[in-house]
């Protein structure tokens, strides 16, 4: 089954609002609310920065949000930090037997 | 706090079989949870291998499951993985994770541990 569909990198200024899409089909972002954002810094084991589309695990700041339309989830970075320059990856379930689909992943630069 | 621990050889021989193990601390195996395994080629993105619950019961990417094995010893509150056939491909860092029942969200993460398949 083919991976979530991401774009490969995106860029914004500090204190700038990006957002990275994750498009998939009928079977997994766009049946189920079970979609997770993940950052990752060179080096570093991913973190889990939003599950089920659009809850912050604790600890994570405000600043981070997810949303979805359909077969399309949406991360949105608000108020971009040096900090926030990472690869981020999107997930969901899928009902088909491989029940977890990651993204490409999306390099985010802070200009 | 929940913790994770990869272990295993970081070289291994073509044709040959992977075998890694997740200790995990703080925090009882036995719990409402998944525990997975997850890689990352150098320089490439996250791939799914698959997830395992408590009772035994586990879910593979398809593309893998005639190579893979993930297993559970909830004395030891460990979690292992084996890799068969291997080939240069399986050459990744291999993370396993805890995952939550409901929605599969990988929540705490091991730091990873890089495996090099090369004779």
């Known amino acids: 089954q083919s991976a979530l569909t991401q774009p490969a990198s995106v860029s914004g200024s500090p204190g700038q609002s990006i957002s990275i899409s994750c498009t998939g089909t009928?079977?997994?972002?766009?049946?189920?609310?079970?979609v997770s954002w993940y950052q990752q810094h060179p080096g570093k084991a991913p973190k889990l920065m939003i599950y089920?589309?659009?809850i912050r695990p604790s600890g994570i700041s405000s600043r981070f949000s997810g949303s979805k339309s359909g077969n399309t989830a949406s991360l949105t970075i608000s108020g971009l930090q040096a900090e926030d320059e990472a690869d981020y990856y999107c997930s969901s379930y899928t009902i088909i037997n491989t029940r977890v689909l990651f993204g490409g992943g999306t390099k985010l630069t802070v200009l | 706090q929940v913790q994770l621990q990869e272990s295993g050889p970081g070289l291994v021989k073509p044709s040959e079989t992977l075998s890694l193990t997740c200790t995990v601390s703080?925090?009882?195996?036995?719990?409402?949870?998944?525990w997975g395994w997850i890689r990352q080629p150098p320089g490439k993105g996250l791939e799914w291998i698959g997830i395992i619950y408590h009772s035994g019961i586990t879910y593979y990417k398809s593309s893998l499951e005639s190579r893979v094995t993930i297993s559970v010893d909830t004395s030891k509150n460990q979690f292992s993985l084996k890799v068969n056939s291997l080939t240069d491909a399986d050459t990744a860092v291999y993370y396993c994770?805890?995952?939550?029942?409901?929605?599969?969200?990988?929540?705490?993460w091991g730091r990873g541990t890089l495996v090099t398949v090369s004779s």
């Open positions: 703080g925090f009882s195996i036995s719990s409402h949870y998944y």
């Open positions: 994770a805890r995952v939550t029942v409901a929605g599969l969200g990988h929540d705490y």
């Open positions: 089920d589309v659009s």
């Open positions: 009928s079977s997994d972002i766009g049946g189920y609310n079970y």
